[in-house]
């Protein structure tokens, strides 16, 4: 299984309008939305079935036994997350709280506890498709771990097959990091802003780390051209295939909002985006294999 | 007067909306904590720039003193340590807990520091701009944002909060102190499913708050219609204008370029300081 990553560095730049677009042009088997803190991808996915729900925990986080503490305040000193809260009582800080256990190594009056929490959901679509998802529950870390079960939920339901889209989060930090491991390929969607670029620029570095083959495509290309030519320039100077630029495309806000992917509908993002998808496909499956596609 | 600007979905105009503010204040602080992807700086282009590293501690061991009794490993949630003929640390794991010099029976483990990123401080007019920037390869910005918000802590006057897209621990790390949090919200399906993420986070940290609407077409704006159900103060309404998306994709700060975007800007700013002191 071939496993094509979309990411993109800065947010809004349309990387779950153009997995949207890849899974429904592929006829991918599996797909997964990584963007576990603002998922979105199940929006525009239209699943007929029930997913499969488990809960997803994070590390256990401390609790004090206020029966047992004896108020010496070596948790508090020893905590690195300022999560142990003084008032009357000693009490935990659920939120800062990242479940190392030093306070319930240092308590000299065995007071602290570790109890597991709820810190998302896992959902898991299968039917013709495979398509594995979560959210984050508010508050919570440790995204990264839930972005490495997201994708193992993935693998687990299906294999044999030839392609899988994963859906990126912005950033470069932790769930980026976790989404890139064992990826085949990472698809970069820019914008020609400023800010796009400075961001690309910081995903590219992130993404090389892992030395897996990164394309770019430029969406919005026409809102500033000079801008466009820039991001071209800087492909060319690095040698990283540009698979196409997507147009600004008021049909395509139109088609988002009715649950629609943009190549479901005649727009002039949805033909641009095919001629992105038949360049960045021909890439992944460059040695030898290749996709099945009747489209 | 601490105010953060946050949106869930990347993109919707949160740098736009907190550069604008920043600029248009008669005097105020910008501190951008999307330290993945900084991006106001690019806007402010400040000048007389101090930087200052940021860095973490990382155990190391001293293997003349280990003797593999694996204590460390044992206790190290993390997965940080591994003991394999000798001690190995994986430093992007680690959490900086300090357990494992704390655990070690023989004194063989000590800190080093590691620098992960770094915050530059500027002036760009009347605006200071603080600037947190994670090194790229590193997975956790938490601790630059904590050093961006200490720049705060004694500081009392206007304080604009870029953060980073998303509702995960490094946004909620980022609302932390601030008084008032604006919602940049934009008019798509996506948006408003975001939106929701942060309002509920937001309400969960028990915040004041208020929406911008960004990107405002002709017809019915899915992200005012969700607004207007929950409840949450419109602050201001931004029209889908071509000559302010090309100001804003050459870093331009609006305010600075026209008249009319300034008196938008005051306006709202005006809005938002009437909200934080009712």
Not at chain 1, 221 to 246: H, M, R, W
Not at chain 2, 81 to 91: E, G, H, M, Q, R
Not at chain 2, 216 to 226: T, Y
Request: proline share 3%; hydrophobic share 40%; aromatic share 6%.
């Amino acid at each position: 299984m071939r496993q094509l990553l979309i990411l993109s560095g800065k947010g809004g730049t349309g990387k779950t309008t153009l997995s949207s677009a890849f899974i429904r042009l592929s006829k991918a088997k599996a797909y997964a939305d990584c963007d576990v803190d603002a998922p979105n991808l199940h929006l525009i996915m239209n699943q007929l079935s029930e997913p499969k729900r488990s809960d997803y925990y994070g590390l256990p986080k401390a609790e004090i036994n206020l029966d047992l503490c004896v108020q010496c305040d070596l948790c508090r000193q020893n905590c690195r997350f300022n999560a142990i809260q003084v008032g009357t009582d000693y009490k935990v800080d659920y939120y800062a709280c990242e479940g190392c256990g030093v306070c319930e190594t240092i308590c000299p009056a065995s007071a602290v506890s570790f109890k597991r929490a709820i810190a998302g959901e896992l959902r898991l679509y299968v039917g013709e498709t495979v398509f594995s998802t979560a959210e984050l529950k508010m508050g919570n870390g440790t995204s990264g771990m839930l972005v490495t079960n997201v994708k193992k939920a993935m693998k687990s339901a299906i294999q044999d097959i030839d392609l899988a889209i994963i859906d990126g989060s912005p950033g470069i930090g932790c769930p980026v990091i976790a989404s890139l491991s064992g990826v085949d390929m990472v698809l970069i969607v820019t914008e020609p802003s400023i800010s796009g670029i400075s961001d690309m620029e910081r995903i590219i570095k992130t993404a090389e780390k892992f030395q897996t083959k990164i394309a770019v495509c430029i969406n919005k290309f026409d809102t500033n051209l000079g801008n466009s030519e820039v991001i071209e320039a800087y492909c060319q100077k690095f040698n990283l295939p540009l698979t196409g630029k997507i147009p600004f495309d008021l049909d395509a806000v139109k088609a988002i909002n009715n649950s629609q992917s943009i190549v479901d509908i005649d727009c002039a993002a949805g033909r641009a985006t095919r001629e992105v998808f038949d360049k960045t496909i021909k890439i992944l499956f460059k040695e030898g294999l290749t996709l099945n596609l009747k489209h | 007067m601490k105010i953060a600007v946050l949106s869930g979905k990347g993109g919707t105009g949160k740098t736009l909306v907190s550069v604008n503010l920043a600029a248009v204040a008669k005097e105020s602080i910008y501190i951008d904590c999307d330290v993945e992807e900084p991006n106001g700086h690019l806007y402010f282009k400040p000048e007389d720039i101090e930087s200052e590293e940021i860095s973490i501690k990382i155990p190391f061991v001293d293997e003349t003193l280990c003797h593999g009794c694996r204590k460390c490993t044992d206790f190290c949630r993390f997965n940080a340590l591994a003991y394999i003929n000798k001690l190995i640390v994986f430093d992007e794991v680690c959490h900086s807990c300090g357990g494992c010099v704390l655990i070690c029976p023989e004194k063989a483990l000590a800190e080093k520091e590691k620098i992960i990123g770094e915050v530059q401080s500027g002036v760009s007019e009347k605006v200071t701009v603080i600037t947190g920037i994670l090194n790229t390869g590193e997975a956790s910005g938490i601790p630059i944002i904590k050093k961006l918000l200490s720049h705060l802590a004694e500081n009392k006057g206007l304080s604009f909060i870029d953060c980073p897209p998303g509702s995960a621990c490094i946004v909620m790390e980022s609302i932390k102190d601030a008084d008032y949090c604006i919602f940049v919200a934009e008019p798509t399906l996506f948006g408003v499913h975001n939106l929701n993420m942060v309002y509920e986070l937001v309400t969960l940290f028990d915040k004041p708050h208020g929406v911008v609407l960004n990107k405002c077409l002709e017809g019915e704006n899915p992200a005012e219609k969700f607004c207007l159900e929950k409840g949450i103060k419109i602050l201001g309404k931004i029209p889908f204008d071509n000559e302010l998306g090309t100001l804003n994709s050459n870093a331009l700060i609006a305010v600075r370029e026209e008249i009319k975007y300034r008196d938008m800007f005051s306006s709202l700013l005006q809005m938002v300081t009437e909200e934080v002191q009712a």
